[in-house]
């Protein structure tokens, strides 16, 4: 007998008052083209906004998209907040123009993986789909 396995949900989200959503909307349709279950959320939502949602729609990742620079702020934020809310599975990871030099401290304070400008769409797929097999063996 085959089982089903659920499909991997993925929340998108655009933190702060960037208004520049392209790159999301990329990413959004590539996960949804490979199979996911993908939430877009839009642009300029807050940290607390976005947490509440991943909980609401039990999401297994959170990817958030920035370009205004906020990144260091606002991707932390979040983290918390899904932490505090008892979300510790949801992986969050993250885009935008993000200098290398923020990167490990972005992946200090839990953001999982960092995808700068010129990733591969396909790349960010497969990250995906190795993550979400560690967590779900």
Do not use: C
């Not at 999301?24 to 642009?43: C, F, N, S």
Request: avoid cysteine; charged fraction near 25%.
């Amino acid at each position: 007998m085959r089982t089903m396995q659920r499909k991997i949900r993925v929340l998108i989200a655009k933190p702060g008052l960037d208004g520049h959503d392209r790159g999301a909307k990329v990413v959004a349709r590539a996960l949804r083209d490979a199979g996911m279950e993908v939430i877009y959320t839009g642009i300029r939502q807050t940290p607390e906004a976005i947490a509440s949602a991943a909980v609401q729609e039990g999401v297994d990742f959170v990817g958030l998209s920035s370009l205004s620079g906020a990144h260091n702020h606002l991707f932390p934020r979040v983290v918390l907040l899904l932490r505090k809310l008892g979300a510790r599975e949801v992986q969050v990871f993250g885009g935008g123009v993000i200098p290398a030099a923020d990167i490990p401290k972005l992946k200090k304070a839990g953001v999982r993986e960092i995808f700068p400008p010129g990733t591969s769409t396909q790349d960010i797929v497969e990250w995906l789909l190795r993550a979400a097999k560690r967590a779900r063996p």
